[in-house]
């Protein structure tokens, strides 16, 4: 059985930071994780001071997608900052991205559940 070359985080994640950029949405790297094969946590600001947390993920059947770790609606900045802080003792070659956007979906590839 052939393997199939796999993205790198690191050049997942930089390819994301660059296409955020380009359309004007500030995105930026706040943790830098393992290499190779990181997870990844996307914090999502709002104009309003809040905020969303999204973690990438794989569903059953294999396909790849984003969970809302704060759920549908934005949160308060301490209680997504709680979460990050929980995954990151868990593990610690944890990517996180931060963007500035209303719309983080714009910006994911793949479906987005809820927690």
């Known amino acids: 059985m052939m393997m199939l070359p796999r993205l790198t985080t690191r050049f997942w ?5 660059r296409r955020c950029n380009a359309e004007g949405v500030p995105a930026t790297v706040i943790r830098h994780g393992y290499d190779e094969a990181g ?4 914090l999502a600001h709002h104009r309003d ?3 969303r947390l999204f973690s990438a993920t794989l569903r059953q059947n ?3 997608a984003w969970l809302a770790l ?7 900045p301490p209680e997504a900052d709680a979460l990050i802080e929980k995954r990151r003792r868990f593990d ?3 990517w996180v991205v931060e963007l500035e ?3 983080p979906e714009n ?3 793949e479906a987005v559940i809820a927690s």
């Open 62 to 64: 294999g396909d790849k």
């Open 101 to 103: 956007t209303d719309r």
């Open 13 to 17: 994640v930089s390819a994301l930071v």
């Open 49 to 51: 001071g809040r905020c």
């Open 92 to 94: 610690p070659d944890l």
């Open 107 to 109: 910006f994911l590839d």
């Open 70 to 76: 704060t759920g549908a609606e934005p949160v308060n």
């Open 39 to 42: 997870a990844v946590l996307l």
